[in-house]
């Protein structure tokens, strides 16, 4: 009876082994996109301002359409400026942010740690805390905050098929086209309700001041950006032209 409890705990943990192996196999030429925005926004306190605490301010890092990021990020590390209480700030869940108060703007460091299945190397990004608007004779509100974000796409190479059927049905991970002939297991329910409700920052009380990132817009915004740029060409040349023009009166018939 002991010989067959000890072959039968055996073929259990070299069966889970080979399911963790199964899961670990890397997909050749398959890259996974998970579109994020960093930054923050910061609220002139008014009246109630004072030497050392002028603005309330919040850093973060979101899903780049507010979905919830804990399906990839484990943890977020804020490093704040050495004057603060306890600078270095750990954030063990979404969403991933922290709010203080303060008068000066610094360099935040923040670095992300991703699930086990994910990515074994943490990622740092670096955001310049803004308090006051590029303007400065521009009038400042404290109803208007001011609002600085930066998008970026985290890309990881070759995922696990593991975590590609953990996060294939989650809204925020940009998935690839599959090789042929590839089929991924059924989706592997996520985390309750509840606590995706907790992550996702659609809802946020802040959410009214986000930033749209959607392609559509960066496609507007680079159209107008190549129009401005067509236009200052245009402009340059008339000048050079101009003057050449100019150049041409001023010289003397013995240059001719």
């Not at 990020?73 to 490093?79: C, L, M, T």
């Not at 592997?188 to 309700?193: C, L």
């Not at 009380?205 to 401005?228: G, H, K, Y």
């Amino acid at each position: 009876m002991r010989h067959w409890f000890v072959s039968f705990i055996t073929f259990f943990v070299l069966l889970l082994y080979g399911l963790a192996q199964i899961l670990n196999k890397k997909l050749k030429d398959v890259e996974i996109s998970i579109p994020i925005v960093y930054g923050n926004i910061a609220f002139w306190l008014g009246k109630k301002a004072n030497e050392y605490q002028s603005h309330k301010w919040t850093v973060y890092v979101r899903g780049a359409t507010n979905e919830d990021l804990g399906v990839v990020i484990k943890r977020a590390v804020f490093q704040l400026h050495s004057s603060f209480n306890n600078p270095t700030r750990v954030i063990e869940a979404p969403p991933f942010e922290l709010s203080e108060s303060g008068w000066g703007e610094f360099e935040i460091a923040i670095t992300l740690y991703f699930h086990n299945d994910v990515c074994d190397k943490p990622l740092n990004l670096y955001h310049h805390l803004k308090l006051y608007p590029e303007d400065e004779s521009g009038f400042v509100s404290i109803k208007k905050p001011v609002v600085v974000e930066s998008y970026d796409e985290i890309v990881f190479p070759e995922p696990s098929e593991g975590f590609l059927a953990r996060i294939q049905s989650h809204p925020a991970v940009n998935l690839p086209r599959l090789p042929a002939g590839f089929a991924l297991p059924p989706p592997v329910p996520v985390e309750d309700s509840s606590k995706r409700r907790r992550g996702d920052t659609k809802d946020h009380p802040l959410a009214q001041w986000f930033m749209n990132f959607s392609e559509a817009d960066e496609l507007l915004q680079l159209a107008a950006a190549r129009q401005q740029v067509q236009a200052h060409i245009a402009k340059l040349r008339r000048q050079i032209s101009l003057i050449d023009g100019q150049n041409q009166q001023l010289k003397s018939p013995s240059d001719q």
